[in-house]
């Protein structure tokens, strides 16, 4: 709706109901929000989708899923690639790992972490080669689109890769500015100071958000799912920000013992993102590859990898109000309670366990 409003002239920031009509007709549409929703992608996003918006609405939408299936297939291949499988068993995983629940779930809600996957693990290879401006114009892209891989900057620091970094900051800026200056000045201040703010106060306390952030604000504050709950904002606040900090500290100080500070970094790279669904667990592909091949890990490792694997338990719905707090505590909330175990576990290492990945 936002790319065909920008070919249109139209302000592709403008409230979702006055847009839907670039749907077209017998397209699927969500329908009345209970705020006033806008699209909240970033304008490189709507900027890429705009050669998708010639085309009618199913049409589009199934060439993103092609494209989407095929770059995240490709980024899993090149992974499973770098331990040395034969390039048919690697066509094979890059094929099968589409099967997962969680990429099922992006592809069904027509995500885009195919592609923000193959970023990562593109910068993550021209790392490892040494290649630095390849190792920051795939991040950099990658926090023009998504925004919360900005932090990706504390692994190169603490790996004092200097010309990857400035080559992210820089290509990262040049990316962003040049995607508003498309997309218009004046619609880009209303996605960060209307759309975005709007947004997140909504959705912060979902009880499918996954992040830190939603730690704090689902159970500190009222919203949609609790309208009874307690409420203390301020003290909400004041809680996300020391999880927040505790999840940059650990990044900066995660030895990496199995994955490499690279891939160490990544579970608190989504738990410190404001609003982190489910599909964002396609990130973790590379943790998942590594216990395949690799093996020997603890139990409660390969079970937090299992529910990395699975997100969500899809038994349960799209949550109603009035979600009960032992839905929260034992369904929805198990990804995030994965992705710490995971996070954690990179400062143990067993006896006759080695490096993953060694970057």
């Given at each position: 709706m936002s790319a065909s409003a920008l070919i249109h002239g139209s302000d592709p920031y403008a409230p979702l109901s006055s847009?839907?009509?670039?749907?077209?007709?017998?397209?699927?549409?969500f329908g009345a929000s209970t705020f006033e929703a806008r699209n909240v992608h970033t304008p490189l996003d709507v900027v890429l989708i705009?050669?998708?918006?010639?085309?009618?609405?199913?049409?589009?939408?199934?060439?993103?899923?092609?494209?989407?299936?095929?770059?995240?297939?490709?980024?899993?291949?090149?992974?499973?690639?770098?331990?040395?499988?034969?390039?048919?068993?690697?066509?094979?995983c890059a094929i099968g790992v589409l099967a997962l629940p969680i990429f099922q779930k992006d592809l069904v809600y027509a995500q885009s972490h195919g592609l923000l996957l193959l970023l990562f693990v593109s910068?993550?290879?021209?790392?490892?080669?040494g290649k630095d401006r390849g190792t920051g114009f795939a991040l950099g892209a990658a926090s023009a689109w998504k925004l919360f891989p900005a932090l990706m900057v504390i692994p190169l620091i603490r790996l004092k890769r200097w010309r990857a970094l400035g080559w992210m900051i820089g290509s990262g800026a040049v990316i962003g500015l040049t995607s508003a200056l498309i997309v218009g000045?004046?619609?880009?201040?209303?996605?960060?100071?209307?759309?975005?703010?709007k947004n997140f106060e909504f959705w912060r306390s979902a009880p499918m958000n996954l992040s830190a952030a939603g730690i704090a604000y689902r159970w500190l504050t009222r919203s949609y799912w609790r309208p009874q709950g307690v409420n203390v904002p301020a003290l909400a606040t004041t809680v996300v920000v020391i999880l927040i900090a505790l999840c940059v500290?650990?990044?900066?100080?995660?030895?990496?013992?199995?994955?490499?500070?690279?891939?160490?970094?990544?579970?608190?790279?989504?738990?410190?993102?404001?609003?982190?669904?489910?599909?964002y667990l396609v990130l973790m592909t590379p943790f998942l590859i590594g216990a395949l091949v690799h093996g020997g890990r603890r139990a409660?490792?390969?079970?937090?990898?299992?529910?990395?694997?699975?997100?969500?338990?899809?038994?349960?719905?799209?949550?109603?109000?009035?979600?009960?707090?032992?839905?929260?505590?034992?369904?929805?909330?198990?990804?995030?309670?994965?992705?710490?175990?995971?996070?954690?576990?990179?400062?143990?290492?067993?006896?006759?366990e080695q490096l993953v990945y060694s970057v």
């Open positions: 847009l839907v009509h670039y749907l077209g007709p017998n397209s699927s549409y705009v050669p998708l918006a010639v085309f009618p609405y199913r049409v589009a939408r199934i060439l993103w899923l092609l494209i989407m299936a095929i770059l995240a297939a490709l980024a899993t291949g090149l992974t499973v690639r770098t331990f040395g499988v034969s390039r048919e068993w690697s066509t094979v910068a993550w290879l021209a790392l490892r080669k000045l004046t619609p880009t201040r209303e996605f960060i100071s209307r759309a975005t703010p500290v650990a990044m900066f100080a995660t030895p990496g013992r199995r994955m490499g500070i690279y891939w160490g970094v990544m579970p608190f790279l989504l738990l410190v993102s404001p609003l982190a669904w489910d599909t409660p490792t390969m079970i937090a990898l299992a529910i990395i694997a699975i997100g969500i338990p899809p038994w349960l719905p799209g949550p109603p109000a009035l979600v009960p707090d032992i839905a929260q505590l034992l369904g929805y909330a198990l990804p995030t309670y994965a992705l710490i175990v995971l996070g954690i576990s990179e400062w143990r290492s067993a006896d006759n």
